[in-house]
């Protein structure tokens, strides 16, 4: 009785700390620390460049370089979100040489870009710098979330381009199952136009709403669970990083948000085959390059049903589907993560890649402005 | 592993209870379009609001806050033009680079053993299909 006593107050003593922590901002945990190099830029779009020392990683000890697409609408320090928990870091470990599309923050310039600006522009183009600094004729190319609806659409609209592989992470192609998000546009029929903001673009307000109706409990039980263990450093680590991350989110430019909506969620036209990027029929069916597709079996914001049919929809001989019992961030931080995805994904870049005698990645002299 | 405080147990089971059901509230048409005329209803008022202080703002000769998002929409536009344009010059040049690398390699073999310059290297547009 004594003891539990001695353990509450000790622990009220830790949550008043790490409570004032929390509310002041401070000591909050460092994100996307792996050291990289930004290689190229155009607007807000960059494109950086981990690097793989030899003491630190190892060195690149694979070829062709790994090219990560990420999503449009969080930021991408979810995948190199700690040292010690981070998707990128792990694939440095393994020999990969790793360059990450980021698209920044958009605002009023980006308000006009249409989904061909990102397929038939900025993918090509930050292809065409990673095959030049590496001196490599192909790339791994690898879609997070939305960012695999871009590289399927490019892999789709460029069936020429130089990829080893293709892999896609939480990639939804079935808009009908990714909940209120996509049904207020799709059953309650309100327009793009009536959510953008001044700038032009989907405020990041209005996306965070949208995820937040996805589990609309969550909030309350997320805050309820911070009080339980609000006196575990490393508790409040972790939370700070995650929950930094899933409010995190950055605008949408208006123009791809009308066709991702007209296209997408209302035509569902990755599902029915009826895609357009510039004016021309884009097929996924034209995919044909070896292709991974990773799902979350508890992701609530792309649910399973949203994932499924992708393996069917591209035309590669050489596909694979990989199944896993986590939610939409555990695929690619946490345990499971470390433990099965992203082994599973080295693994089947590792069978798809050259191995080459180790060395430190190349790095360029500067970005282009 | 200790037990959940009783607090806790308390919220985790009415939770259980509750969440299934907000869980399918928020997945009904009905949910969607509450939303949406929550939302249209927003606009109608902000627009009222924005159209009155527009309206007086251009009878003293002053731009209003319309007017200025208008421009800067066109500025964007004109913003992304240029920047696309850019780009393309810059894939053009890369290719015609690639090309005239490739083309020099294919003189140098035209020299030795009479081999043809290949096609440049890729990404050559699909016709649309109908």
Partial sequence: ?369 | MSEAPLWRQAFDAVEHRVTPHADRLTRTPGFARGVTLLRRTQLLARDTVQGATARAWHLVNLPAGSDVARLRAQLGALDREVRRLNLQLETERRRAGAAGTETDDAHAADATDGARPGPPRRRAQRPPRA
């Fill in chain 1, 1 to 369: 009785m004594l003891d539990r006593v001695r353990r509450d107050v000790e622990r009220n003593a830790l949550r008043a700390r790490n409570g004032i922590k929390l509310v002041a901002g401070v000591d909050r945990p460092g994100v996307g620390c792996t050291a990289k190099d930004v290689v190229w830029q155009r607007g807000r779009s960059q494109l950086w460049h981990y690097r793989n020392d030899l003491d630190a990683h190892g060195g690149v000890r694979h070829s062709p370089p790994l090219l990560i697409v990420f999503s449009m609408v969080s930021r991408s320090y979810i995948l190199d979100l700690q040292p010690g928990n981070s998707f990128v870091e792990q694939l440095l470990t393994a020999g990969f040489d790793v360059y990450m599309l980021d698209w920044g923050e958009p605002d009023e310039r980006d308000a006009q870009n249409r989904l061909e600006d990102y397929v038939d522009d900025y993918i090509p183009a930050a292809v065409d710098r990673v095959l030049e600094i590496s001196g490599c004729g192909e790339v791994n190319l690898f879609g997070y979330c939305f960012g695999g609806d871009l590289a399927l659409l490019y892999a789709a609209h460029h069936p020429d381009a130089p990829l080893r592989s293709l892999s896609v992470l939480a990639t939804p192609v079935d808009f009908r199952h990714m909940g209120p998000l996509a049904d207020i546009f799709r059953v309650g029929g309100l327009e793009v136009d009536q959510v953008v903001d001044v700038d032009g673009n989907v405020p990041p307000r209005v996306v965070l709403q949208g995820f937040k109706s996805l589990t609309p409990t969550a909030e309350v039980t997320r805050y309820v669970t911070l009080w339980e263990r609000l006196w575990s450093d490393e508790y409040v680590n972790a939370y700070q990083a995650m929950t930094g991350w899933s409010d995190d989110h950055v605008p949408f430019p208006g123009a791809a948000a009308r066709e991702t909506v007209d296209m997408l969620v209302r035509a569902n036209g990755m599902l029915t085959d009826r895609l357009a990027i510039a004016g021309d029929r884009v097929h996924l069916s034209d995919v044909r390059v070896p292709f991974l597709t990773v799902l979350a079996e508890r992701d609530h914001i792309v649910p399973p049903d949203a994932t499924a049919p992708l393996i069917d929809l591209v035309g590669s001989p050489d596909r694979h589907e990989l199944r896993l019992p986590a939610g939409h961030m555990g695929l690619v931080v946490g345990r499971t993560a470390a433990r099965t995805t992203v082994p599973t994904i080295i693994s089947f870049l590792e069978r798809r890649s050259d191995e080459v005698s180790p060395a430190p990645s190349v790095r360029p002299a500067a970005a282009e402005a």
